[in-house]
């Protein structure tokens, strides 16, 4: 049997005949962008075991196969990222995904296969949205997950993405050279 792709408003069915998968959604309810053209995010966190029959477990390989299915299937609309434990970016459209959180905890900015956490400053009182949520680049050098270097041109093209897409302030960004 082929395999069947079906999405709801909160799930996401895949069946090939012998198991079937289900998969929570959001729907995204802000406007598109070049760097993130989706509809949706499939949410891929507890991709380890089968829905039916319940347990069964994935083996890695095939859960690779299973998310280049899925992430092929909703490249061309509706248009879908799918997201892995902790909010990171596993397959898409997106070529980043950005989890804004106010102060003591960091923001999350995603790319495929890395994680940058960004601290966030204390608002102090402030009111305006560019005042009250503002990310602090000062000293991050590298990656979070997995640690690599991380270039000043490269965080500078971070922040302007989420400046774009969240209209937040930032601080602590090196000099250009």
């Known amino acids: 049997m082929n395999p069947s792709i079906t999405v709801d408003r ?4 895949y069946t090939d005949g012998a198991h079937e998968l289900v998969l929570s959604v959001e729907w995204s309810g802000v406007a598109k962008t070049a760097d993130c053209p989706i509809d949706f995010e ?3 966190e507890t991709l380890d075991t089968w829905t039916k029959p319940a347990g069964e477990g994935i083996d890695p390989a ?3 196969q299973l998310l280049d299915e899925i992430s092929i299937y909703y490249s061309q609309g509706p248009i879908a990222d799918i997201i892995g434990k ?3 970016l596993l397959r898409g459209a997106s070529t980043f995904r950005f989890s804004l959180h106010a102060y003591p905890s960091p923001s999350c900015y995603y790319e495929p296969g890395r994680l940058l956490a960004i601290p ?3 608002a102090r009182g402030a009111r305006e949205w560019h005042k009250k949520y503002v990310a602090d680049f000062t000293n991050i050098t590298e990656w979070t997950d997995p640690r690599q270097p991380l270039d000043s041109s490269h965080l500078r093209l971070i922040a302007n993405r989420i400046v774009r897409k969240e209209r937040i302030g930032v601080t602590g960004l090196p000099s250009p050279r």
């Open 10 to 13: 909160q799930t996401l069915r």
């Open 42 to 44: 499939i949410f891929a």
């Open 62 to 64: 095939r859960r690779e």
């Open 86 to 88: 902790n909010g990171a």
């Open 120 to 122: 966030m400053a204390p």
